[in-house]
């Protein structure tokens, strides 16, 4: 007798047929500029290590110190014994960072997002979502039982036209991406904030590929756009792209964050971070802080790119973020463009839908602070060698 999980292997063969199956690269050498796939070097820019401290010495010292201090994992959930005092210390550093009252660390960003709409909203309520949001945002949405509105991405007339569905709704989310992960704009945030005061509506902000690098001392988002808690009163951040290790967390008032330690499931439910992972995240805020130079380096790199790429025969999305999105449009050319930059021994993945939508397959670019200038000329002769 044929099971039915046999059979999932049946609809999985249409997704190859379509280039949209997606495989797994297996990493065997640390994070930086440069990886190893296979044996081969790869200049990378793939990652979302954007201030290049995924391997930096004193983050990893720090990380192997603490787990001879605090052990492997954690344990037991935050609201058993899995709240140590690593965990304690950081959220204070988030705090006080990003100018909120108070903090509280996830385990992911996923699970950040999916905490917050669900535990802060529930049916008759309402969220409100750019249409390019980032998919927890979405299924958090869905969790909540809360009615789900989307609106063009970044059309402020038609958000206002979706918010005006909403007077009845006691509680009310806008929630955006502040950088968007696949097209690499950013959210209008001031315009943003106005509108959601005008409408009685609660801003919420992903700041997930913002924090560590954007704004003047690399609090993210909230500091580029000099918006603070009133402004902008949920903002979740994650602690794996920019800061280089793992987790998330969400930075507010105390009534927001009490009320996630009671209410957010993906919270209560899940053993906490390892505490190892905490002091390592400490260690890299304070390596961010000491060497401003990453994130003026960071900076110059994109505007070096975007400037040597403007003439290029490719269709680049606006962007003055780390993430300079390169749309081919067809699947089947954005891979086979992705393996002939592999072959030149870039690492660049294809992006293709339902992750972007149908047509605008693309290579997501990624730049990070460990990239030198000579490392993206290579990439930019490679792009200009295979201009359609």
């Known amino acids: 007798m044929t099971h039915w999980i046999d059979n999932l292997i049946t609809p999985l063969a249409k997704r190859e047929e379509e280039n949209l199956y997606r495989y797994r690269n297996t990493v065997d050498s640390p994070q930086g500029a440069v990886i190893s796939i296979a044996g081969r070097d790869y200049i990378n820019f793939s990652s979302n290590d954007y201030l290049g401290l995924a391997n930096h010495p004193d983050v ?14 954690a344990g037991a959930s935050h609201l058993v014994v899995g709240h140590q005092l690593p965990h304690h210390n950081l959220e204070k550093a988030l705090a006080e960072f990003t100018g909120r009252d108070r903090a509280l660390v996830f385990s992911s960003g996923y699970m950040a997002n999916l ?11 309402a969220v409100i979502q750019d249409k390019l949001n980032h998919a927890s945002l979405i299924d958090g949405a869905r969790l909540s039982s809360a009615n789900f509105l989307r609106f063009r991405h970044n059309d402020l007339e038609h958000l206002e036209v979706q918010l005006e569905k909403t007077t009845e709704c006691p509680r009310k989310i806008l929630a955006v991406d502040g950088v968007f992960s696949m097209d690499g704009d950013m959210s209008p945030l001031k315009d943003l904030s106005s509108i959601c005061k005008k409408y009685d509506a609660a801003l919420m902000v992903d700041d997930a590929h ?3 690098w954007l704004g003047e001392n690399g609090a993210g988002i909230s500091e580029h756009f000099d918006l603070d808690q009133d402004d902008l009163p949920i903002l ?7 800061i280089g290790v793992a987790g998330a967390f969400v930075a507010g008032s105390n009534a927001l964050i009490e ?27 304070k390596v961010n802080k000491d060497e401003p130079q990453r994130r003026a380096h960071l900076k110059t790199l994109i505007d070096y790119f975007k400037e040597k790429t403007a003439n ?74 295979c201009q359609p």
């Open 60 to 73: 990893v010292s720090r990380f192997q110190t603490a787990i001879k201090d605090y052990g492997a994992g």
């Open 115 to 125: 905490g917050i709409l669900s535990g802060l909203l529930s049916k008759g309520d």
């Open 210 to 212: 913002g924090f560590g």
């Open 236 to 242: 979740m951040g994650t602690l794996g792209k920019a």
């Open 259 to 285: 009320s996630l330690i009671q209410l957010s499931r993906s919270y209560i439910y899940t053993t906490a971070l390892p505490p190892a992972c905490a002091e390592a995240i400490l260690q890299s805020l």
């Open 312 to 385: 290029l025969n490719f269709q680049f999305l606006p962007s003055s973020s780390a993430i300079q999105a390169l749309v081919v449009g067809d699947n089947s050319r954005a891979l086979a463009l992705s393996e002939r930059l592999m072959e030149e021994g870039m690492m660049i993945s294809a992006i293709r839908p339902p992750t972007v939508p149908a047509e605008s397959a693309r290579l997501r670019i990624t730049l990070s602070a460990a990239h030198t200038f000579s490392q993206l000329d290579q990439l930019i002769q490679v792009l200009e060698d």
